[in-house]
């Protein structure tokens, strides 16, 4: 056995305090760090708001109550698998919480700007600032180790945000369903998300996944809520005004991240297109093993929408489909495992939207 001289034994000392006192790991495992709302929660309404998220809500895959709105996986769950991560815990989970794939700190109902749920946007980033600077507290007082993520861990995740649907909604709802002024708002739910990007650029952040927002419009319970005639709907049945202005959020969007890309050199910031990947879905259901697109599997009131307010998924007088593998829309609102698993399965099948190049960015 060869022995260190000096030299080597003070380079070999002097490494091991860096990775103590800093956290640097030699480890090269990837990390998701995600913020946004009930596309991404994989548990946070539940343990920030005890709402009783509980079956059939999970019915087809966890065979429980997780707390994700769903009959099973959600997109973020089949990007953990694809690279073979745990699913992610939720930053507000008490019990058990498992972080060493990284966190989630989606909560459903989110918003970019507050309004129902306390736990918008800014709220969830400030949420990621602390648990950065705590997780490294501990890291330091413990000598490095402890299953925390450290610095360089921090540094190489890849930070995803899902968010700005409830915005687009609820401004809507308040205009009834008047396209003017929500386009009018959409701005402000863009600085939002800009805004959220450089903070946690300046806590480190170098690699973001932001996803756009799906067909609005589609959705079963938009079409039963609101009275339509041919000329509110577009050639395949969906509402043109949430659809209009989802495609508005989505310019804004875009652009947003053209202008970050210019403006954060050493970042890499990639735009993923959902809205076109779900409106597919809708447009060709045969095409991936649906039928009836606009009907909620799981709900009450029968065809063509199958989703009533006072009867919805869970509650007293809902029922389920027969084969929820042949459904889009769970609940009238969110989509079903089936469908989560084709949105994925496209988005990791592109050449540009590569998820393992993007994690090994920066390395």
Same mark, same amino acid.
Request: net charge positive; proline share 5%; hydrophobic share 40%.
């Given at each position: 056995?060869?022995?260190?001289?000096?030299?080597?034994?003070?380079?070999?000392?002097?490494?091991?305090?860096?990775?103590?006192?800093?956290?640097?790991?030699? $480890?090269?495992?990837?990390?998701?760090?995600?913020?946004?709302?009930?596309? $991404?929660?994989?548990?946070?309404?539940?343990?920030?708001?005890?709402?009783?998220?509980?079956?059939? &809500?999970?019915?087809?895959?966890?065979?429980?109550?997780?707390?994700?709105?769903?009959?099973?996986?959600?997109?973020?769950?089949?990007?953990?698998?694809?690279?073979?991560?745990?699913?992610?815990?939720?930053?507000?989970?008490?019990?058990?919480?498992?972080?060493?794939?990284? #966190?989630?700190?989606?909560?459903? +109902?989110?918003?970019?700007?507050?309004? %129902?749920?306390?736990?918008?946007?800014?709220?969830?980033?400030?949420?990621?600032? &602390?648990?950065?600077?705590?997780?490294?507290?501990?890291?330091?007082?413990?000598?490095?180790?402890?299953?925390?993520?450290?610095?360089?861990?921090?540094?190489?995740?890849?930070?995803?945000?899902?968010?700005?649907?409830?915005?687009?909604?609820?401004?809507?709802?308040?205009?009834?369903?008047?396209?003017?002024?929500?386009?009018?708002?959409?701005?402000?739910?863009?600085?939002?998300?800009?805004?959220?990007?450089?903070?946690?650029?300046?806590?480190?952040?170098?690699?973001?996944?932001?996803?756009?927002?799906?067909?609005?419009?589609?959705?079963?319970?938009?079409?039963?809520?609101?009275? &339509?005639?041919?000329?509110?709907?577009?050639?395949?049945?969906?509402?043109?005004?949430?659809?209009?202005?989802?495609?508005?959020?989505?310019?804004?969007?875009?652009?947003?991240?053209?202008?970050?890309?210019?403006?954060?050199?050493?970042?890499?910031?990639?735009? #993923?297109?959902?809205?076109?990947?779900?409106?597919?879905?809708?447009?060709?259901?045969?095409?991936?093993?649906?039928?009836?697109? %606009?009907?909620?599997?799981? +709900? $009450?009131?029968?065809?063509?929408?199958?989703?009533?307010?006072?009867?919805?998924?869970?509650?007293?007088?809902?029922?389920?489909?027969?084969?929820?593998?042949?459904?889009?829309?769970?609940?009238?609102?969110?989509?079903?495992?089936?469908?989560?698993?084709?949105?994925?399965?496209?988005?990791?099948?592109?050449? $540009?939207?590569?998820?393992?190049?993007?994690?090994?960015? %920066?390395?």
């Amino acid at each position: 056995m060869m022995r260190m001289d000096m030299n080597q034994q003070f380079w070999v000392c002097g490494l091991l305090w860096l990775w103590m006192l800093f956290g640097i790991s030699m $480890s090269t495992r990837p990390l998701l760090i995600n913020f946004g709302d009930s596309n $991404s929660d994989t548990g946070g309404v539940l343990a920030g708001a005890g709402l009783p998220i509980g079956l059939p &809500h999970g019915i087809t895959f966890f065979h429980r109550g997780t707390g994700r709105f769903g009959d099973g996986r959600l997109i973020l769950d089949f990007f953990c698998e694809h690279l073979k991560l745990s699913y992610l815990s939720p930053y507000l989970d008490s019990l058990a919480p498992n972080f060493t794939s990284g #966190v989630n700190f989606a909560v459903a +109902g989110a918003m970019t700007l507050p309004q %129902f749920v306390p736990f918008q946007l800014d709220v969830q980033v400030h949420q990621f600032v &602390h648990f950065k600077n705590r997780s490294l507290e501990l890291l330091l007082s413990l000598g490095g180790s402890g299953n925390f993520i450290n610095q360089d861990g921090f540094r190489s995740s890849l930070y995803m945000i899902d968010i700005g649907q409830n915005d687009l909604l609820v401004a809507l709802y308040a205009s009834n369903l008047t396209y003017a002024p929500v386009a009018a708002k959409v701005p402000s739910f863009i600085a939002e998300i800009k805004l959220a990007i450089k903070n946690v650029y300046e806590s480190g952040g170098r690699k973001f996944w932001i996803h756009n927002t799906g067909p609005l419009g589609c959705a079963p319970k938009e079409l039963a809520l609101h009275v &339509h005639n041919e000329t509110d709907i577009d050639r395949i049945g969906c509402f043109c005004v949430h659809n209009d202005l989802a495609k508005l959020f989505n310019k804004g969007l875009r652009r947003m991240c053209k202008e970050l890309r210019r403006a954060l050199k050493d970042a890499a910031i990639v735009y #993923v297109d959902i809205y076109t990947i779900k409106y597919n879905l809708f447009a060709n259901p045969s095409k991936y093993g649906f039928v009836e697109p %606009f009907k909620a599997c799981c +709900g $009450s009131g029968g065809p063509p929408n199958n989703y009533n307010v006072k009867a919805t998924c869970g509650q007293p007088g809902y029922d389920i489909c027969n084969n929820v593998t042949s459904a889009i829309v769970w609940d009238g609102v969110h989509y079903t495992e089936a469908a989560n698993r084709v949105v994925a399965a496209t988005i990791l099948s592109t050449p $540009s939207l590569k998820l393992d190049r993007y994690l090994n960015k %920066f390395k």
